[in-house]
């Protein structure tokens, strides 16, 4: 699997597109999202917050996070995919020290989408944040 595309290239097209087709945008890209294994989806890796079901699993592998990611709804597992576009496979060191609120603030995701879909976002990315700093910690 390729993996998910740069940020910056989501949102080059992000910007082209008019509402309709973000939500198709935002639905293509959880589709990218690799695979996340039934037994990786526990209260463990449940990410509190989100109107639909999250789970995020994160791993390592030479001090470059790497997560697995799933949700039973279509456009918030686009937002998923989103947020760990910023920072897949990235040094924890830089996921740790990266403002991923600021990186995605340019797709307005507030202002596109309803508060039900972004409620679980800052959840998300605190769980990103955290999961990179224990891995900073550790190296």
């Not at 989100?50 to 030479?62: F, L, R």
């Not at 959840?123 to 999961?131: C, S």
């Amino acid at each position: 699997m390729a993996g998910l595309p740069a940020l910056l290239d989501v949102l080059d097209e992000y910007r082209l597109v008019d509402a309709e087709d973000r939500y198709r945008l935002l639905i293509d890209l959880g589709r990218q999202l690799e695979p996340m294994p039934d037994a990786l989806k526990t209260d463990a890796t449940k990410v509190r917050g989100c109107s639909a079901s999250v789970w995020v699993y994160p791993t390592s592998s030479e001090g470059r996070l790497h997560f697995l990611a799933d949700s039973n709804a279509a456009i918030t597992k686009g937002i998923v995919a989103l947020v760990l576009s910023a920072v897949q496979d990235k040094a924890a060191t830089e996921v740790a020290k990266m403002d991923v609120a600021e990186a995605l603030a340019p797709f307005q995701l507030a202002k596109h989408l309803s508060a039900n879909r972004t409620q679980g976002v800052p959840n998300m990315i605190a769980l990103v944040k955290q999961t990179a700093e224990r891995y900073a910690a550790a190296a």
